[in-house]
């Protein structure tokens, strides 16, 4: 599902493409194709992000599970200065006192984002093939997170026994004098 995702995300800079190319020939492109292309990239960030969220949660030890989700936000904050960077392929040199050069500015935009099409299909594609060796690897995690939430429970349960003194181990309390038979 993470790949298709990463697929999708990649495939969502088609009707990007395609704006800049209609815009390449004086024609004003309309607002559709960049509410289109969040559409597609909205409906790849449906995949991505819970099941990320779920896999840290779920290959994560119990003690640090919330410095792997800070961790996984990190990243995500990191793609931003990614994004920064492909940014920056497609800035236009503009003179002092002069204007866009609005022939050349779809051409280096159409460019910028063919390049993120194929950097979003290609990562897929790389993730498509190692899923096997990644379930391969993962293949115990699973087991021992819900190993890890049973011992929990029964823990939480045993703790709750001891506090109402229900607890199979536990003294009962003796009322009366001590010295008085039970």
Avoid: H, N
């Amino acid at each position: 599902k993470m790949a298709f995702g990463l697929m999708v995300a990649g495939l969502s800079f088609i009707p990007l493409m395609l704006a800049a190319d209609i815009s390449a020939t004086g024609v004003m492109a309309s607002v559709w194709w960049l509410v289109l292309a969040y559409f597609i990239l909205e409906v790849a960030e449906m995949c991505l992000s819970p099941i990320g969220l779920a896999a840290v949660s779920e290959l994560s030890v119990a003690r640090v599970v919330g410095l792997m989700m800070g961790a996984f936000w990190l990243a995500t904050a990191y793609s931003e200065v990614l994004a920064a960077g492909f940014g920056k392929l497609a800035s236009l040199q503009i003179p002092e006192g002069g204007a866009i050069d609005m022939a050349a500015a779809p051409g280096k935009y159409s460019s910028l984002f063919e390049l993120m099409l194929w950097i979003g299909v290609g990562s897929g594609l790389v993730y498509f093939i190692l899923t096997p060796l990644m379930r391969k690897m993962m293949r115990g995690a699973q087991w021992k997170t819900a190993l890890a939430g049973r011992f929990r429970e029964r823990s939480i349960r045993a703790a709750r026994r001891r506090r109402t003194g229900r607890c199979r181990r536990s003294f009962q309390p003796v009322s009366g004098p001590p010295d008085a038979p039970p």
